[in-house]
């Protein structure tokens, strides 16, 4: 089973990225999918979630209406899709399985000038 995720760097505020989850070695469109994120010197918090189709999504309040989750299940991959980023959406960012024992091993976001 994996989880990796792609497409963390450096950005300005205000600025956009799109990360990406792949996934391998399980039934990927059987599982509800999350993003996490976590700061430094904080826990890990909830982000997204996508159903197993996508009919569904949610979003912490700190993110809705600047971030957008979405999912390939044809090539077994998620995405997140990161707009008027701020500096205090830095932190290194995880992709679970819902309800599994799935993580991915997270890709870094960085929001500074």
């Known amino acids: 089973v994996q989880l990796v995720e792609s497409g963390g760097g450096l950005v300005q505020p205000g600025g956009s990225l799109r990360l990406s989850c792949a996934a391998s070695?399980?039934?990927?469109?059987?599982?509800?999918m999350d993003w996490y994120r976590e700061a430094p010197g904080k826990a890990r918090e909830w982000v997204a979630l996508?159903?197993?189709?996508?009919?569904?999504?949610n979003y912490a309040d700190s993110v809705k209406g600047r971030f957008a989750i979405s999912r390939d299940n044809a090539k077994n991959t998620m995405y997140l899709q990161m707009d008027s980023l701020k500096p205090e959406d830095t932190g290194v960012y995880y992709c679970?399985?819902?309800?599994?024992?799935?993580w991915g091993q997270g890709t870094q976001v960085t929001v500074s000038l």
């Open positions: 996508i159903t197993t189709t996508g009919a569904w999504t």
């Open positions: 679970y399985a819902r309800y599994s024992d799935y």
């Open positions: 070695g399980f039934s990927f469109s059987n599982y509800n």
